[in-house]
Every structure is written in structure tokens, then in C-alpha cells.
């Protein structure tokens, strides 16, 4: 499982006007069950994405195609950690702790 968090580079206005791109390019991966969970942090400078994948260098390749980081408004920061305890509903998502 991996935090993406997103901190704006650029004045808000150059962010809002790139949003309706980003949102188009969230809702992909929340169709195909990459994204669990996404908002924006408060105080309004960025945001933050819970995904799933494979491994690293795919979340890295999907943070790439955010319409946000051609333009230069953000700065991904990828964590990735191991989801041993989940809420019900990410059950599916629980990992175990490697030997």
C-alpha cells in the first residue's frame, strides 16, 4: 500500500485551473481499484492519495501521469508501508509482515 502526497509548487490559481484534469485522471484509477482514498490537506497545500499496486515503480509510473506533473504544480512524495491492521472494508488490502 503507498501514501501519495502531493504538494503544490505553484500558486493555487495554475493548480485550479489543471483540476478537472487530475479529477479525470483520479476516477481512472479509482475505476480500476488503484485508488482507495484521496482529498485535500488542510491547510490547502496539496494532497493525498492511498493506493495499491504491484510495487513501487508502478505507483511512480501513475504519479507521472498525473496532468499535475507535466504542467509543474506538484511534488509527489511516495511512502510505501505494509497495511497489517485495515478497517473492515479494506480487508482485501490486509498484508502480512514478510518472514
Same mark, same amino acid.
Given at each position: 500500500?503507498? +501514501? &501519495?502526497? #502531493?504538494?503544490?509548487?505553484?500558486? &493555487?490559481?495554475?493548480?485550479?485551473? &489543471?483540476?478537472?484534469?487530475?479529477?479525470?485522471?483520479?476516477?481512472?484509477?479509482?475505476?480500476?481499484?488503484?485508488? #482507495? /482514498?484521496?482529498?485535500?490537506?488542510?491547510?490547502?497545500?496539496?494532497?493525498? +492519495?492511498?493506493?495499491?499496486?504491484?510495487?513501487?515503480? /508502478?505507483?511512480?509510473? +501513475?504519479?507521472?501521469?498525473?496532468?499535475?506533473?507535466?504542467?509543474?504544480?506538484?511534488?509527489?512524495? +511516495?511512502?510505501?508501508?505494509?497495511?497489517?491492521?485495515? /478497517?473492515?472494508? &479494506?480487508?482485501?488490502?490486509?498484508?502480512? #509482515?514478510?518472514?
Amino acid at each position: 500500500m503507498f +501514501i &501519495l502526497e #502531493l504538494t503544490y509548487t505553484a500558486p &493555487l490559481e495554475r493548480v485550479e485551473a &489543471l483540476l478537472p484534469a487530475h479529477v479525470s485522471w483520479l476516477e481512472r484509477y479509482y475505476a480500476d481499484g488503484t485508488f #482507495l /482514498a484521496s482529498g485535500r490537506k488542510v491547510p490547502r497545500d496539496g494532497g493525498v +492519495i492511498l493506493a495499491v499496486a504491484a510495487d513501487r515503480a /508502478a505507483v511512480e509510473a +501513475i504519479a507521472a501521469t498525473d496532468p499535475f506533473v507535466p504542467a509543474g504544480v506538484v511534488a509527489y512524495r +511516495i511512502t510505501e508501508f505494509v497495511a497489517t491492521t485495515v /478497517a473492515p472494508a &479494506l480487508a482485501a488490502h490486509r498484508e502480512t #509482515l514478510p518472514s
